[in-house]
């Protein structure tokens, strides 16, 4: 089944120790993208590719970066952790052609910051 | 993110009832009217969705009503099943890309 993928499910990283989260898809999507939601919040966008064309949110921290290789998959480099970023990162992809705004969602990785 | 209202924040509901959970925005550029239901430890799923240019849409026991002049739109669930219980986003949309989230609301549909 085509699908988004994350891992790990889970990561436990140290206060300033850098971490990277991946996503993968099988969907041939060309847009992805990265939220973070904290603990029974909503869903906050972070950035997203629009095939190679990084689009930063203005209100996501320098902190967080991302790498998009190739159409498949997406990289989120956190390169000093904080006790606030602990949350769930959450990768999505959707389709920019035949006007559907549909976004796949992967199962998400959580995050413990000790 | 004050430009999408979502409202209630909790709701309960006994089984077989409707459920309704409504969504006002501020931005008239928002183009896509989504409603996602995420479960426990998963990501959001697309529930359905509605374009600007009709005021309703309907699949299965999942309505949304929206209101233009008003910017609101709502989700309705009928005969609310416990297999329901989630926490929906409604997720507003403008440029294809740019997607807003409401803070969610917790359903809990009582067997």
């Known amino acids: 089944d085509a699908m988004v993928i994350q891992n790990p499910r889970y990561q436990v990283t140290q206060f300033g120790k850098p971490v990277t989260l991946s996503c993968s898809q099988t969907?041939?999507?060309?847009?992805m993208y990265w939220y973070q939601q904290k603990s029974s919040q909503a869903p906050k966008l972070l950035f997203h590719y629009y095939d190679k064309d990084f689009n930063n949110e203005a209100d996501t921290p320098d902190n967080f970066q991302s790498r998009r290789p190739n159409t498949s998959f997406c990289f989120l480099d956190i390169r000093s952790p904080g006790l606030g970023d602990a949350a769930m990162y959450l990768c999505?992809?959707?389709?920019?052609?035949?006007?559907?705004?549909?976004?796949?969602f992967g199962p998400g990785t959580r995050l413990t910051v000790t | 993110q004050q430009q999408v209202k979502q409202s209630p924040q909790s709701l309960i509901v006994q089984k077989g009832g409707i459920s309704i959970i409504n969504c006002a925005y501020e931005?008239?550029?928002?183009?896509?009217f989504p409603w996602y239901q995420q479960f426990p430890g998963k990501g959001p799923a697309l529930l359905i969705a509605i374009r600007p240019d009709v005021s309703e849409k309907k699949e299965g026991r999942f309505t949304i009503s929206f209101n233009k002049s008003a910017k609101q739109f709502s989700l309705h669930i009928m005969d609310s099943q416990p297999g329901d219980s989630a926490t929906y986003f409604c997720a507003p949309l403008s440029g294809g890309f740019k997607t807003i989230f409401g803070a969610g609301t917790r359903l809990f549909v009582k067997a």
């Open positions: 931005n008239t550029a928002f183009d896509y």
């Open positions: 969907l041939n999507h060309n847009v």
């Open positions: 999505a992809t959707s389709i920019s052609r035949g006007g559907s705004y549909e976004q796949y």
